[in-house]
């Protein structure tokens, strides 16, 4: 029986071919100028800054200082530099004006929503309300709450003075009474002690008369 042979895969080198990159759109390359006119214009910004502190420099330095040269140097750079940057700018103000002009580059953005809710003047309104009617509202009841917290102050000493009258009322009372008692037992101790020397004095004259 007849066999196909098997077609075998060459053995040369394999060439990958890239996937075809998809065109940019026209707003993509308008946003793109855009970004570089802004990172170019901080670039000029910057050199300008290091332009200024070199210059000023420059004029702490007298005319024949050893110093002098190497700032003037580098101060001629650096204007190389902005100019270079100037002319770039230039040509990115170029570019974005064409890319401007294609249909689609430029994307208006949406107007914003309509705010929600009461207008601000509500709310100013509302303040000056609150202002001229809620406070002097709040200030006066605040007034009355300390009046009546002061008047419960004052009343309390005079209650503590009431009852420390009443104890010392009270104690004077016992004290009397506590007196008096004394004095009926040294009367009554006193009898006895009389009652005995007179039966001691009866006893020895019946012994005497005996």
Not at 116 to 121: A, L, N
Not at 128 to 149: D, Y
Request: no cysteine.
């Amino acid at each position: 029986m007849f066999q196909v042979p098997t077609p075998t895969p060459p053995t040369g080198p394999v060439i990958a071919v890239a996937p075809p990159r998809a065109t940019p759109s026209a707003s993509a390359i308008y946003q793109g100028f855009r970004a570089q006119q802004r990172e170019l214009t901080n670039q000029l910004d910057d050199l300008d800054g290091t332009r200024r502190e070199i210059q000023a420099q420059i004029d702490q330095l007298d005319a024949g200082d050893a110093g002098r040269k190497p700032l003037e140097n580098r101060l001629a750079d650096v204007d190389t530099r902005i100019k270079a940057v100037d002319g770039m700018l230039a040509a990115n103000a170029t570019q974005l004006a064409q890319a401007a002009a294609i249909p689609g580059a430029v994307v208006e953005q949406p107007p914003p929503m309509p705010r929600q809710g009461p207008p601000e003047e509500a709310w100013v309104l509302g303040g000056i309300f609150l202002i001229v009617a809620v406070f002097p509202l709040s200030v006066a009841m605040a007034r009355r709450i300390w009046r009546r917290s002061a008047a419960a102050v004052a009343s309390l000493p005079r209650d503590i003075a009431d009852r420390l009258q009443r104890m010392e009322q009270a104690i004077e009372a016992t004290a009397v009474e506590v007196e008096r008692i004394g004095e009926g037992q040294r009367f009554i101790t006193r009898l006895f002690t009389e009652a005995e020397k007179v039966k001691a004095i009866g006893g020895k004259s019946a012994e005497r008369n005996s």
